[in-house]
């Protein structure tokens, strides 16, 4: 496993919600702007944001950030009421991560190193992604990750 590799794991606990397939569904899991397993399944095939932030160059890095944040931005828009805040706090941190990644000039591996990621990393650790896990597990019929 690369540093790049180990770096990313945090990252990824940014998107642990999504890291799950989503079954057939008929629209009942479906938020305001759409269905929220169908963004799910969106962000699954981007392994989780794990492809699109493993740019090897910093131009690479901005481009998957961007890509993954515009999935994310759909699951949030979709997703029912009583998830809102969970991923919103995904959101978040998302945003801070690109924050702090364009502060670095899109160096992923400064970046994940430095304190300002150690916050980031820190404060998303605090949310109970609990309510999201049994979402998509009781209603969408997705198992999470183990």
């Known amino acids: ?23 057939d569904d008929d629209g009942e899991n479906a938020g305001p702007t759409g269905n929220f397993c169908e963004a799910a399944r969106a962000i699954e095939a981007s392994n989780g ?15 998957g950030y961007r890509q993954f944040t515009a999935l ?10 009583e998830l809102e805040d969970e991923l919103e706090a995904i959101q978040d941190a998302y945003e801070a991560l690109g924050e702090g990644l364009e502060e670095f000039d899109w160096d992923f591996f400064a970046y994940a190193t430095s304190p300002e990621a150690e916050e980031t990393f820190t404060e998303l650790e605090s949310v109970d992604f609990t309510p999201v896990e049994t979402y998509l597990e009781e209603t969408c019929g997705i198992a999470p990750e183990s």
């Open 49 to 63: 944001g794990e492809d699109l932030l493993a740019g090897e160059t910093p131009e690479e890095v901005e481009a």
């Open 72 to 81: 994310l931005d759909n699951a949030v828009d979709s997703a029912p009421s």
């Open 1 to 23: 496993m690369t540093k790049r590799t180990t770096l990313l794991v945090p990252v990824l606990l940014l998107a642990g919600f999504v890291g799950v397939a989503c079954g």
